[in-house]
């Protein structure tokens, strides 16, 4: 079974705070992803990764940034944290050119809460 | 730009009764994939169904069966014989083949299935 881990279920941070936001696959996934998930917006693509070292912007990347150092790993930083970055943070992963055939793989989630 | 509607924010059934959710994408790819995602209280979303644009049969599924209708741009989700554990919110999803593309959601409609 492939396992997409995020290392935190729920979060609470200080406004200002550096905040980091981890995942993990197991299954040698070539992209990984980060959506943000909020009711009546759906889930929007913050930054995604085809590779080590490789990212490139979603739809809403301000206020955010990524670090792909291994092939597994995909963090998900925020420089400064606000109150609006209140949020559910999913993770997900999928094969180069197969994401189409099985869709993508996702974490549970994590519930960040930004006081 | 692809573009995903659920026109359609909650939705409640009764045990083992059918429901019809609606979705509705927008794309200018010849070669695009479509999905129905579940994500139950557990947060964990679940691929339930895909379909291949250039497929003309519907994707069925077990209880679970697309009706592409791809002139008109709609791709719903029947449940047949719902269950108390399809409670969840669904999210349509769309995908290009050709620019290793990324999942555009929808904004998701919640169903309550009701014993």
């Known amino acids: 079974d492939v396992k997409v881990t995020q290392s935190s279920r729920y979060l609470v941070k200080r406004t200002g705070e550096k905040v980091f936001l981890e995942c993990v696959q197991d299954m040698d996934h070539e992209n990984m992803f980060w959506y943000r998930q909020d009711p009546g917006l759906g889930l929007r693509l913050i930054y995604f990764s085809y590779d080590v070292k490789m990212k490139e912007k979603g739809d809403i990347p301000e206020g955010y940034s990524v670090s792909r150092e291994k092939k597994e790993r995909f963090s998900l930083i925020l420089e400064s944290a606000s109150t609006n970055q209140t949020s559910m943070y999913l993770c997900a992963s999928s094969w180069a050119w197969g994401g189409e055939v099985n869709g993508y793989t996702f974490g549970s989630g994590t519930r960040l809460t930004v006081v | 730009a692809q573009t995903v509607t659920q026109s359609q924010p909650e939705m409640s059934v009764q045990e083992a009764e059918t429901v019809t959710l609606s979705c509705t994408y927008d794309?200018?790819?010849?070669?695009?994939?479509l999905f129905w995602y579940k994500q139950p209280p557990s947060r964990q979303m679940i691929l339930v169904i895909r379909q291949e644009a250039y497929k003309q049969q519907n994707a069925t599924e077990n209880r679970f069966s697309v009706n592409f209708q791809k002139a008109a741009k709609s791709f719903s989700l029947k449940i047949s014989d719902s269950q108390l554990g399809d409670t969840a919110m669904y999210f349509c999803?769309?995908?290009?083949?050709?620019?290793?593309?990324?999942?555009?959601f929808g904004k998701g409609t919640k169903l309550s299935v009701k014993p």
């Open positions: 999803a769309s995908l290009s083949r050709g620019s290793q593309g990324n999942l555009i």
């Open positions: 794309t200018s790819e010849s070669n695009y994939y």
